[in-house]
C-alpha cells in the first residue's frame, strides 16, 4: 500500500514531522500489532526450547503437564486482563 505522506516543516524547510491519512494509520497500526504478535511467538518458542534443551540436559527440573498447563492459564489471564486494560484506555 503507497502511503500519501504529507511532511511538515519548520520555518528553515526542515523537516519535523509527517502526517498520513488517518485511515492508512489504522491499517498501519492493524499490520504492526499482527507483527508484534508474531514477534513474540517467536520469543516464546525460542525460550521453549531453550527450556526444553535445558530440562534434556539436566540444568533445569522437568515440568508436568498439570504444571505446564497451570503456568498457561495464568499466563492468558495476565495477558486478558493487560487486554482489557488496553481496551479500556482506547474508549477513554
Do not use: C, H
Not at 503456568?71 to 477513554?92: G, I, K
Request: net charge negative; charged share 30%.
Amino acid at each position: 500500500m503507497p502511503l500519501s505522506l504529507t511532511y511538515v516543516t519548520d520555518e528553515a524547510g526542515q523537516r519535523q514531522a509527517v502526517q498520513i491519512p488517518y485511515d492508512q494509520w489504522l491499517v498501519l497500526q492493524k499490520e504492526l500489532q499482527g507483527y508484534l504478535q508474531e514477534e513474540t511467538l517467536r520469543q516464546s518458542l525460542n525460550e521453549s526450547f531453550r527450556d526444553i534443551a535445558a530440562m534434556e540436559a539436566g540444568r533445569k527440573p522437568k515440568v508436568t503437564l498439570d504444571e505446564f498447563l497451570a503456568e498457561v492459564e495464568t499466563e492468558l489471564e495476565a495477558e486478558n486482563q493487560t487486554e482489557e486494560v488496553s481496551s479500556f484506555e482506547r474508549e477513554r
